[in-house]
């Protein structure tokens, strides 16, 4: 019997056209919680994104579920505890998608010290009446070349990060659970503790996941070690207590601040939106490139149909979840 796979998104097509090979796939588009907890029963596996929320309530409803392949690098949206609980597995993506964010994290930083925004909005405000209004003006503008780049997780994107910035002439620290001796080797980063890169760098890059652990890891009392230095994020909104950033702007002790992410999101209306000169802010797409969506699709995929084949896939999130319940138990294909 084929397996039943369910897709909560728009995915693109050329993926889809890969999966439907070994599985029947049914689409309910941006469900509701209620509406998945209706469904999810009938599937042995589910592609989701970052838009989908696949809470514990929803996962004690799939009894058949076997995998949970998140079309994202980040799986936040995903109660993973249950999921491995219940045995079953949850898989991320990496590949293009970490180069697209590390590509857009690069263009936030180059927007946030060059004001990049603010002088589109300058020029089309019909504010250009002389070169001397420019000059006189924007004498704050600094450079990216020759500053010291701290950057705060380095997995895929964060190494994508330190191999561009390396290439401005920048000097790379970081801190993350562990060291990571290829990237030291390849670029020159210097491993230090979360505080010391705090404290040593000119700009900051956030490239955490959202876990318990790293929730406001930029706090009011970690963001004093930010005055006179730049904070760019584009992990996750969580990991910036949003108010001490609105309170370290207003008092002039945060030169910048360029964020893709926020703690609530969508956002209509935020604290930030008067410091048009000192933020830079996106909406949640440093991924959205044409070639990063195709190729999460294909690793989607990918990463599902590998679980229903009984293998383990390189990005399996759940590890302990092999001793609760082995590939060959979940073997379809």
């Known amino acids: ?137 924007f004498k704050e503008i600094e450079t990216v070349y020759g500053k010291k780049v701290g950057i705060l997780g380095m997995g895929a994107i964060g190494k ?24 030291e080797r390849e670029v020159g980063a210097v491993y230090k503790p979360l505080e010391d890169v705090l404290r040593e760098s000119d700009i900051v890059i956030l490239a955490l996941p959202a876990t318990p652990e790293t929730y406001h890891i930029i706090n009011e009392e970690r963001i004093k070690l930010l005055e006179g230095k730049y904070l760019v994020n584009i992990g996750r909104g969580t990991l910036v207590d949003e108010k001490a950033v609105v309170k370290a702007l207003e008092e002039g002790k945060l030169k910048g601040y360029a964020t893709d992410v926020f703690e609530k999101e969508p956002v209509q209306e935020h604290e930030l939106f008067k410091y048009e000169w000192e933020t830079v802010l996106t909406p949640h797409y440093a991924g959205l490139s044409r070639e990063a969506m195709e190729d999460m699709g294909f690793q989607a995929v990918k990463n599902l149909l590998a679980v229903l084949r009984g293998e383990v896939p390189k990005d399996l999130v759940n590890r302990e979840v092999l001793k609760i319940r082995p590939p060959e138990e979940v073997k379809m294909l």
């Not at 994508?160 to 990237?183: F, P, Q």
Request: charged share 30%.
């Open 1 to 137: 019997m084929r397996p039943k796979v369910a897709v909560l998104f728009k995915m693109k097509s050329k993926p889809l056209e890969e999966l439907k090979k070994y599985a029947d796939v049914e689409f309910i588009l941006y469900p509701s919680v209620e509406e998945l907890k209706e469904r999810i029963g009938e599937f042995d596996g589910v592609i989701v994104s970052p838009l989908n929320p696949f809470p514990k309530e929803v996962i004690e409803r799939a009894k058949k579920l076997k995998v949970i392949s998140c079309h994202s690098a980040g799986y936040d949206h995903v109660d993973v505890e249950e999921a491995t609980r219940r045995g079953i597995y949850v898989t991320k993506v990496s590949g293009w998608l970490s180069e697209a964010v590390a590509e857009f994290a690069v263009g936030l930083t180059i927007a946030l010290l060059r004001k990049i925004a603010y002088t589109d909005r300058f020029i089309r405000s019909g504010k250009w009446d002389s070169h001397k209004t420019v000059w006189g003006g």
């Open 160 to 183: 994508a990060i330190a191999r561009r910035m390396k290439t401005m002439g920048t000097e790379i620290l970081y801190w993350s659970r562990s060291r990571k001796e290829d990237i």
